[in-house]
């Protein structure tokens, strides 16, 4: 799911929301391993290197920007030592899902950048790109100003890695 604004007040509205912290985002990810717990709330602090782009854990209050979600196991194949996890975001960190769940020892599957270097995933297999998708958005509509709310299906890809 993508949000686009189609008006600068639009932009303006959901912007704002995002801000706040009012918008609702959900997603799906394929993590490597299953969580002890069958859900959590995950804390901490996340830090961008400026030259790399990439993100880590850090205990630099000065540094580091509060990254906060939520998981729930849906799934767990224990044989194949995997979970299918919903991640509800409290806020709104670059690659915060990728981050934290690593943090956590569960990397996303298939994450070229946070994933398990041990554990690569062949190019041929399911699910053939990054394992994390955007699944449940809800929001203020900025002209109607009535809730929206928008889901999209986790794809096959991610769900043929449950059967059999």
Do not use: N
């Not at 604004?5 to 391993?33: M, P």
């Not at 540094?63 to 849906?74: F, M, N, Q």
């Not at 994450?111 to 270097?117: A, C, N, R």
Request: charged share 25%; with cysteine.
């Amino acid at each position: 799911l993508l949000l686009f604004a189609r008006s600068w007040e639009a932009f303006r509205s959901l912007k704002q929301q995002f801000f706040e912290h009012t918008i609702t985002r959900r997603y799906d990810a394929i993590v490597h391993g299953v969580p002890k717990k069958a859900e959590a709330r995950l804390e901490m602090l996340l830090a961008e290197d400026p030259e790399t782009g990439v993100v880590r854990p850090t205990k630099d209050m000065k540094k580091g920007k509060l990254a906060i979600l939520d998981y729930v196991v849906v799934a767990a194949d224990r044989k194949r030592d995997i979970a299918h996890l919903r991640c509800t975001l409290f806020t709104g960190r670059k690659h915060q899902i990728r981050v934290q769940m690593s943090a956590a020892g569960h990397p996303v599957l298939a994450d070229p950048l946070y994933g398990s270097p041990g554990k690569p995933p062949a190019p041929s297999e399911p699910p053939g790109r990054l394992a994390l998708h955007a699944s449940y958005l809800r929001f203020v509509h900025p002209t109607s100003r009535r809730e929206a709310t928008f889901e999209s299906q986790m794809p096959g890809s991610f769900a043929h890695l449950f059967r059999g």
